[in-house]
């Protein structure tokens, strides 16, 4: 089982309060909105990483998703995002994450029957993304939202067919959206799964909890993960400090 955990941590809350988060010993999964890159300072950023680096912390990072989307069939909104990545893998050289993780973009209601346009446009996009983020060496994850089933994800991933290239699943967005079961899922994506995002919810709407008080069922979610992915990065998704401190406490029992 993973013996380290992140958590989710937006770039400005991370870099303004810099000693507090890094006291916690939680490694941090940066998050990088577009108006966080468009602010950047690089010397901040440098500053971060070297006190990550001394206090013995590793990062992974969350690119920028809002509007944005690798596959599209606009070409305006494909350079859009282009730009954003641009701005996040410059951050990565930086912060030289172990992982980043980024959305796909795609979901049935906008592509309908045109799969192969989405693929074909995230096939171009992602074999861009490698070949920037080479120096880097950190893996380059697809996590998913809005699929039901991960029938896209799966050929996305086997036509770049990259080792770099892998899955986040998000047992989140997977009790939101799912038409098929957990062990379906990982029956198709596991030996791709390089990161877990891990929060709960009641399968309504996107709660964001601690593990443990919604309704999905994490004995068979941690039993899956030890089976197809025990080297993967488990990262906490929780939006305040006191969601994150239940958070830890809960996932303990996981990590025996």
């Not at 400005?12 to 966080?36: C, I, Q, W």
């Not at 013995?56 to 069939?73: E, Y």
């Not at 025990?230 to 239940?246: G, K, M, Y």
Request: glycine residues 6%; aromatic residues 10%; hydrophobic residues 45%.
């Amino acid at each position: 089982m993973s013996d380290r955990i992140h958590a989710h941590v937006p770039y400005p809350m991370l870099a303004d309060n810099l000693a507090a988060v890094t006291a916690r010993g939680v490694n941090p999964e940066v998050h990088f909105s577009g108006e966080a890159l468009d602010s950047l300072v690089p010397e901040k950023l440098i500053a971060v990483a070297n006190t990550l680096n001394t206090t013995g912390l590793r990062s992974t990072i969350h690119a920028p998703f809002v509007d944005l989307n690798p596959g599209s069939a606009e070409r305006l909104i494909r350079e859009a995002t282009r730009h954003r990545l641009n701005q996040v893998i410059d951050a990565a050289a930086i912060l030289t994450p172990d992982v980043i993780v980024f959305h796909p973009g795609y979901d049935r209601w906008r592509y309908g029957e045109s799969q192969d346009i989405w693929l074909a446009h995230s096939i171009e996009t992602w074999g861009w993304v490698l070949e920037r983020t080479e120096p880097i060496g950190c893996t380059v994850a697809v996590e998913n939202i809005f699929e039901e089933e991960p029938s896209t994800l799966k050929a996305l991933l086997e036509e770049i067919d990259h080792p770099r290239f892998r899955h986040c699943f998000d047992v989140g967005h997977w009790n939101l959206f799912h038409t098929v079961g957990m062990e379906e899922w990982f029956d198709a994506m596991g030996r791709f799964v390089a990161e877990a995002h891990i929060h709960d919810n009641f399968g309504t709407r996107d709660d964001h909890l601690p593990l443990g008080e919604g309704t999905i069922d994490f004995d068979i979610f941690f039993s899956l993960m030890a089976r197809h992915a025990p080297q993967a990065v488990w990262t906490i998704e929780a939006h305040c400090p006191a969601t994150l401190d239940r958070a830890l406490v809960a996932i303990e029992r996981y990590r025996k």
